[in-house]
């Protein structure tokens, strides 16, 4: 195991009716910028009930943030929060507001002149306004972590960030979200959480019997409880541990002493910021042909996986390695999420190439757990994708 | 699942060679009281690692914390401290020296006359001297909690409290530690975080698919590394694993939104009162007794571990709860820790009786995951325990 540091911050609030408990964990007297997205939460009735819990706070809203939060449309946010002098910032939405008001946490304690120096410095953010959050799409994990994801539009790029001072000081996780979610984003939200256990786990074995035994736990109660929530969102304790196990796959636990990867994320925010492919999905296309194209090296503990979370006895490592790498292609698949980018797109040609080439010119060199993978590894990676 | 809320701000350092890290850990200037417990930390090196890494902080000493924290002599520390203005506490050993600094940390903020009165008044405390501790004895999971145990002699009473205040504000843990703990401590050890795992997790399904694989993930690992650390306790990925498996039996992440027990810790500390029988191994003599007893009530929890923990694959329900149970009693007989009371004491009679009665004048009625164990039922399980 390897040495680490540990430390996580973040109040969790979860259940049902929770979001009352709002007013007290905001300072009084603060001024509040709302933040969110699209608009459902005026459907579903969050809005609401977060408004009614902050009667009595000085609190203006930013609304309008997109999937995959925008840079240029954060910068608008950080105008009115200079200019309205707001003092604590609260997502209410899934990973795409919370990762944008993140950022904007960090945009607004920025001395430099550019925020987006932020994504490409790469420094470790340690000061950052105070925000909360509250969950309204179980997925990302960034409700309970310190990293975010910004995209650009006019440059094509998706880079994240993060640092210690970005945790949010609490979130709000009530499961009775998950009722008024669409399939297409519950989806979504497993499979991008799965994945994310399996960017932390899928490497070598690292004697980190406990770590691998969490990430595994993570995994099988997403298989349990995902046929139950894509049949019926509305049962309270499938949504419930659905919701904590997204939480869990990205809040700093499950890798603490292992090597992790995280090319499946590098290369999907490519598609994503290309064609416009929803995060998860991205992830669903390229994990398993990384994981073929890299099977020698990975092997070990994709057989770990096959036997433990699949429950596959027969064969030698090798064979059940492979059985791993299809059950996560069955399970993606029994979620209606499709595995390849041409069902995505007819307009893939020389996709691979080009995102290799992004990578070179970013210096991007040594992915993968041993920092071994080139930018000529990831062409052949997405072609195999295709 | 039930409601809960989560927060866990205290900072772990993991690894070999952390303890070095200590002086950027502990604020600048501060006056340092370094509190220890029988001196193995000057035979074993730690004293020189910690005062080495301190110097040029403003440190004073205060050694023989006993096992079973003694309010007496924390006494002692609490005068010191106030006279010497003392400003932050380090706990360099195991879960008693760390209870203890931990009980000094709300005692020095305490304002009442009689800090006592913090053990039996029942209020979670809120103030509290910052403090941080390196950790020598993984067992008790102190070392991440805001609980504490305190023992008075002159009572025989062991009592304990807690509150959001009394987190550690860092952790050292070096695995390099275990290789020079005693055989009979390590047993003990490995027991005592066993047991935590058990009180958070033998009651009745919630439905909490999450929190009971991770309980099932922490036994997982102490069963598979314990016979590797009792023979090899210098072997470091086993020690690693033991002692993060430790701190994560107790701190507060897997009786998340479920049932809680302890039953078998305040009778434990009964026993170990009367007695002076070492906490891990009172809670092996009763843990037994108190499932047969309380068999109709856990036998889907028993038997589930029976399955996933110890891979029980014949018999129905009841069997494999029964099975659960001799399992557990052989898991501790490999440790050499007995699990009879006559094993430890000739002088038990009349034991279960005087336990009972203790429990009926403090008005401890309502204990168990279902608050419906009464006084007369204790002490029916302390008498099967004999």
Same mark, same amino acid.
């Given at each position: 195991?390897?040495?680490?540091?540990?430390? +996580?911050?973040?109040?969790?609030?979860?259940?049902?009716?929770?979001?009352?408990?709002?007013?007290?964990?905001?300072?009084?007297?603060?001024?509040?910028?709302?933040?969110?997205?699209?608009?459902? &939460?005026?459907?579903?009735?969050?809005?609401?009930?977060?408004?009614?819990?902050?009667?009595?706070?000085?609190?203006?809203?930013?609304?309008?943030?997109?999937?995959?939060?925008?840079?240029?449309?954060?910068?608008?946010?950080?105008?009115?929060?200079?200019?309205?002098?707001?003092?604590?910032?609260?997502?209410?939405?899934?990973?795409?507001?919370?990762?944008?008001?993140? *950022?904007?946490?960090?945009?607004?304690?920025?001395?430099?002149?550019?925020?987006?120096?932020?994504?490409?410095?790469?420094? %470790?953010?340690?000061?950052?306004?105070?925000?909360?959050?509250?969950?309204?799409?179980?997925?990302?994990?960034?409700?309970?972590?310190?990293?975010?994801?910004?995209?650009?539009?006019?440059?094509?790029?998706?880079?994240?960030?993060?640092?210690?001072?970005? *945790?949010?000081?609490?979130? &709000?996780?009530?499961?009775?979200?998950?009722?008024?979610?669409?399939?297409?984003?519950?989806? +979504?939200?497993?499979?991008?959480?799965?994945?994310?256990?399996?960017?932390?786990?899928?490497?070598?074995?690292?004697? %980190?019997?406990?770590?691998?035994?969490?990430?595994?736990?993570?995994?099988?109660?997403?298989?349990?409880?995902?046929?139950?929530?894509?049949?019926?969102?509305?049962?309270?304790?499938?949504?419930?541990?659905?919701?904590?196990?997204?939480?869990? %796959?990205?809040?700093?636990?499950?890798?603490?002493?292992?090597?992790?990867?995280?090319?499946?994320?590098?290369?999907?925010?490519?598609?994503?910021?290309?064609?416009?492919?929803?995060?998860?999905?991205?992830?669903?296309?390229?994990?398993?042909?990384?994981?073929? #194209?890299?099977?020698?090296?990975?092997?070990?503990?994709?057989?770990?996986?096959?036997?433990?979370?699949?429950?596959?006895?027969?064969?030698?490592?090798?064979?059940?390695?492979?059985?791993?790498?299809?059950?996560?292609?069955?399970?993606?698949?029994?979620?209606?999420?499709?595995?390849?980018?041409?069902? #995505?797109?007819?307009?893939?040609?020389?996709?691979?190439?080009?995102?290799?080439?992004?990578?070179?010119?970013?210096?991007?060199?040594?992915?993968?757990?041993?920092?071994?993978?080139?930018?000529?590894?990831?062409?052949?990676?997405?072609?195999?994708?295709?």
């Amino acid at each position: 195991m390897n040495n680490f540091e540990f430390k +996580n911050p973040t109040k969790i609030l979860f259940g049902k009716g929770e979001i009352e408990k709002l007013s007290s964990e905001i300072p009084q007297k603060s001024k509040v910028m709302m933040l969110y997205g699209g608009g459902s &939460i005026k459907r579903n009735g969050i809005y609401e009930q977060v408004t009614k819990a902050l009667l009595g706070f000085n609190l203006i809203e930013f609304g309008g943030i997109p999937p995959n939060p925008e840079y240029e449309i954060l910068m608008g946010a950080l105008e009115v929060i200079k200019e309205e002098k707001v003092d604590f910032l609260l997502a209410v939405g899934g990973g795409s507001v919370i990762d944008g008001t993140k *950022f904007l946490s960090a945009a607004a304690f920025f001395e430099g002149d550019n925020p987006w120096d932020l994504l490409t410095q790469g420094k %470790a953010i340690k000061k950052g306004m105070p925000y909360g959050a509250v969950l309204t799409l179980p997925a990302t994990g960034s409700e309970m972590n310190s990293g975010l994801v910004i995209t650009r539009k006019e440059t094509k790029e998706k880079l994240s960030t993060g640092g210690p001072a970005l *945790f949010p000081q609490f979130s &709000i996780l009530d499961p009775e979200v998950v009722k008024s979610i669409p399939q297409h984003h519950l989806a +979504n939200g497993i499979t991008d959480a799965f994945t994310h256990v399996l960017e932390q786990y899928m490497t070598y074995p690292m004697g %980190a019997l406990l770590q691998d035994r969490f990430a595994e736990s993570i995994l099988q109660t997403l298989i349990e409880v995902a046929p139950v929530i894509m049949k019926d969102p509305s049962d309270y304790n499938a949504a419930a541990n659905f919701m904590w196990s997204c939480t869990m %796959a990205l809040n700093g636990l499950i890798n603490k002493g292992v090597p992790e990867d995280w090319t499946v994320h590098l290369m999907g925010h490519e598609l994503t910021a290309i064609f416009g492919i929803d995060h998860a999905r991205t992830l669903a296309i390229l994990a398993p042909s990384h994981y073929r #194209y890299n099977f020698e090296t990975k092997k070990a503990k994709l057989a770990q996986y096959a036997e433990r979370v699949w429950n596959v006895t027969e064969g030698n490592e090798e064979e059940k390695a492979k059985a791993g790498i299809e059950k996560t292609e069955e399970f993606f698949h029994s979620l209606d999420i499709k595995t390849k980018l041409s069902e #995505y797109t007819d307009d893939y040609s020389g996709t691979a190439e080009n995102i290799s080439k992004r990578f070179s010119e970013r210096n991007w060199t040594g992915l993968g757990e041993h920092q071994s993978l080139k930018p000529e590894d990831v062409e052949k990676i997405i072609e195999m994708s295709y």
